[in-house]
């Protein structure tokens, strides 16, 4: 519906598995974004990628590894994940560069978010 | 550091009420301000945003957010509740550049409307 679409939408694992969450968008926008959902708490910007380099890392630790092999494209890797990682994490894209102009007043669009429960 | 704050954890009013979303924000320089709902189980999706002039900003299903820079607020407001409004509403600030020009957004309002 957004044209963000994200896979799967529930997942369940234990803390030594590894597993993958993936994020494709159909807008052409040229940027997209990891946020993690956790009740009671604002949205945590987890990672972003711009033109399909990663430009901001906010302190996530190495469990969480991202991956964009095209603009349309956005994985998360897990691994060795704690009970606390369990939350909703939300794939987001936008369109941020114009003519080689950060833009920064458009709206992001966001998939429907994994719910991930780590036991 | 840029913020937004949503000063009330839910809000409750009856169908065909007229609603009020509190939100302030901070950030260095002019503003960009956005509202989005989410459903539950869903994602995020857009209602509306501040870019410039007209301080009434008229976004989707009926909602509108009125931009105050000298109280630095962004309101959101409907004059008619329905039950299907119910729902997180979400708050957020992005300003132009450098460290600015991250999405920020607020903690969160879950709006309640009853019949």
């Known amino acids: 519906e957004t044209g963000v679409t994200q896979t799967p939408r529930h997942l369940v694992m234990g803390m030594t598995n590894k597993k993958s969450l993936k994020c494709e968008q159909h807008?052409?926008?040229?940027?997209m974004y990891w946020y993690k959902q956790s009740a009671k708490k604002p949205l945590e910007l987890m990672f972003v990628y711009s033109l399909e380099e990663r430009v901001e890392n906010n302190s996530v630790p190495s469990r969480f590894s991202p991956e964009c092999p095209n603009s349309s494209h956005l994985f998360l890797h897990l691994h060795t994940l704690q009970p606390e990682d369990s939350a909703l994490y939300l794939c987001a894209s936008s369109q941020e560069w114009n003519r080689g102009r950060l833009i920064t007043n458009t709206e992001a669009f966001f998939g429907q978010g994994t719910r991930l429960t780590v036991v | 550091a840029q913020s937004v704050a949503q000063p009330e954890d839910q809000v409750n009013v009856a169908e065909g009420n007229p609603l009020t979303v509190k939100c302030t924000y901070s950030?260095?320089?002019?503003?960009?301000l956005f509202w989005y709902v989410q459903y539950p189980n869903r994602g995020l999706q857009f209602l509306l945003k501040?870019?410039?002039?007209?301080?009434l900003v008229k976004g989707s299903y009926g909602f509108e957010a009125e931009f105050n820079k000298s109280q630095t607020s962004f309101h959101l407001k409907k004059p008619s509740a329905l039950v299907s409004d119910s729902a997180l509403y979400f708050c957020a600030v992005r300003g132009h550049t450098g460290t600015a020009s991250k999405l920020t957004f607020g903690t969160g309002t879950r709006l309640q409307v009853t019949l």
């Open positions: 807008l052409g926008h040229n940027a």
């Open positions: 950030v260095s320089g002019n503003p960009y």
């Open positions: 501040y870019i410039t002039g007209d301080n």
